[in-house]
């Protein structure tokens, strides 16, 4: 039963990632932090400071997400992508 109950939390992540709802990595963050950083092998504080600066995720750590979420990880370094660009662009206007 607990792992018919893990899969049912993974797909509402799932049709985040798929619906396009999401938007930076945080976003997921109140989403079973525990039991995803427990799943990834990393601790939970970890797993939240990485959440806050996904350029810390290891390719190793996105595919594993992507394979417990059962998504590619294309999406999910796609988030990733579009985090760190946006991110760049603003700290790019602040020295203006």
């Known amino acids: 039963m607990a792992k018919e109950e ?7 992540i799932r049709l985040m990632f798929q619906s396009f ?11 079973y932090p525990t039991m995803i950083a427990k799943a990834l092998g990393i ?4 797993y939240i400071q990485k959440l806050y600066r996904p350029d ?9 997400l992507a394979n417990l979420l059962d998504i590619e990880p294309q999406l999910i370094i796609d988030v990733i992508l579009k985090e760190l660009n946006y991110s760049s662009k603003t700290k790019k206007n602040n020295y203006k």
Do not use: G, P
């Open 21 to 31: 709802s999401i938007k930076r990595m945080k976003d997921i963050e109140k989403l």
């Open 6 to 12: 893990n899969e049912t939390q993974y797909k509402v």
């Open 56 to 64: 810390e995720f290891s390719i190793k750590h996105v595919i594993d």
């Open 43 to 46: 601790n939970h504080s970890r």
